[in-house]
């Protein structure tokens, strides 16, 4: 079986991993409100955008799990997701000139998997040190979330600023190229991983073992239908933001509230897991995900918008803390890697892909109105949540 572990540095390990999520989530940052704003500006509707996005996440369906395998087969995890970053920043620098519908949807696709294919190699990196080393998750992840701050506030000043000559201008696309470069370096920099060997057929029956576990099918369908009730937010939230009439300044602070609500609980994530258990902190996002798209196209002031947003901690933050916990809790060492690529694949791509495309429809259907839906999500992901307790051995 081949197992992938860190050297043993420890010391140093927490900042180099850290830097990784500073870097990727300077690209969310930037990338997440306002894409959908620069798209529109190169000339497509709701529905080809959230065709863009759904593409993006479909294709990394297929090209997350082989990518994970790749890298476990040459066990050079690093140098994979180098490579896959630097793929990244050039597709993304291909956009400069482009604006026909095909160019722009096959660039996207091509970034979108380079860039999110990085992120369960590196959480596979990350939760290897946490289960061998000690190190606090939470604490490393925060960083994404601390970039993702500074990122998504800065964006909306500078259109707010007036310095650009439309949301379609390529100072937003130089931008994302910038944050792209930067995650370049990070992955060179981040902590290589060691190759230990053992029999690789002992690594199929690990395998074999987990895709016969109910449980772990389980767990991926409740993950993905609590992380998927958050994309008509992501596609389209800024959109409806500007709609009721918020600044571009306002939606990057409404923007960046969620994620401080999202640091301070990562901040603390070693406590609210002894307390409820990476199954307690799925419920708790699903509850509030229930409350949080159920009163968000109903109350869209800017006062409620603030209060809801808080919401998002126990949405994204515990939803994903929760996941991540039971992943390194109940997947053998040996096939880690592999199982946090499928997951990734299928909660956070043929799930959210899916979604993507619904949320579109009903958003030019709805608007605002259309939020509910995705409580409807949250409420299913609290069902699978409670059967997981059920079905605990």
């Given amino acids: 079986m081949t197992i992938s572990a860190l050297p043993q540095r420890p010391g140093g ?23 959908p704003v620069w798209l529109a500006g190169r000339g497509l509707d709701a529905q080809q955008i959230a065709i863009v996005f759904a593409a993006a996440i479909w294709a990394k369906v297929i090209a997350t799990p082989l990518l994970g395998a ?35 949807l096959a660039l996207n696709i091509i970034a979108g998997v380079a860039q999110s294919a990085l992120m369960p190699l590196g959480d596979s990196i990350t939760l290897a040190a946490v289960r061998e080393e000690g190190l606090d998750y939470g604490r490393i992840r925060v960083w994404g979330s601390v970039s993702f ?6 964006s909306g000043a500078l259109l707010a600023a007036g310095s650009l000559a439309g949301p379609a201008d390529n100072q937003i696309l130089m931008l994302v190229l910038a944050a792209s470069a ?22 199929w029956a690990a395998l074999g073992r987990l895709a016969a576990d109910r449980r772990f099918w389980l767990f991926v369908a409740s993950a993905a239908a609590l992380q998927s009730s958050h994309q008509l937010y992501y596609g389209f939230g800024t959109l409806y933001w500007r709609e009721v009439g918020l600044s571009d ?6 923007w960046a509230e969620g994620v401080v609500a999202e640091i301070v609980l990562f901040w603390y994530s070693a406590t609210l897991l002894t307390r409820f258990g990476p199954l307690g902190l ?32 126990l949405t994204f933050g515990a939803s994903h803390l929760g996941a991540m916990h039971f992943l ?24 959210s892909g899916l979604v993507m ?21 949250s409420a299913a992901g609290l069902v699978g949540v409670w059967q997981l307790r059920r079905a605990a051995p």
Avoid: E, K, N
């Fill in 13 to 35: 390990q927490a900042p180099r991993l850290g830097a990784f999520y500073a870097a990727s989530f300077l690209v969310v940052g930037i990338q997440l409100p306002f894409w």
């Fill in 182 to 203: 930067v995650l370049v370096a990070a992955c060179i920099a981040i902590p290589s991983a060691t190759r230990r060997t053992a029999v690789m057929r002992s690594r």
């Fill in 328 to 351: 390194a809790r109940s997947v053998p060492p040996g096939v880690a890697a592999s199982a946090q690529s499928l997951y990734a694949a299928l909660s956070a791509g043929l799930g």
């Fill in 70 to 104: 790749l890298a476990d087969r040459l066990g050079r995890r690093r140098a994979v997701m180098i490579a896959l970053a630097a793929a990244a920043c050039a597709a993304y620098a291909a956009l400069w000139p482009v604006a026909g519908w095909w160019p722009l």
């Fill in 357 to 377: 495309l619904v949320a579109g429809v009903l958003y030019a259907a709805y608007g605002g109105q259309a939020y509910p839906f995705m409580a409807l999500l």
């Fill in 149 to 154: 701050i500074l990122a998504s506030v800065g």
């Fill in 282 to 313: 799925m419920a708790l996002g699903g509850i509030a995900g229930i409350l949080r798209w159920s009163l968000m196209g109903a109350m869209p002031g800017l006062g409620p918008a603030a209060g809801l947003q808080l919401l998002h901690a």
């Fill in 249 to 254: 300044t306002v939606i990057g602070v409404l």
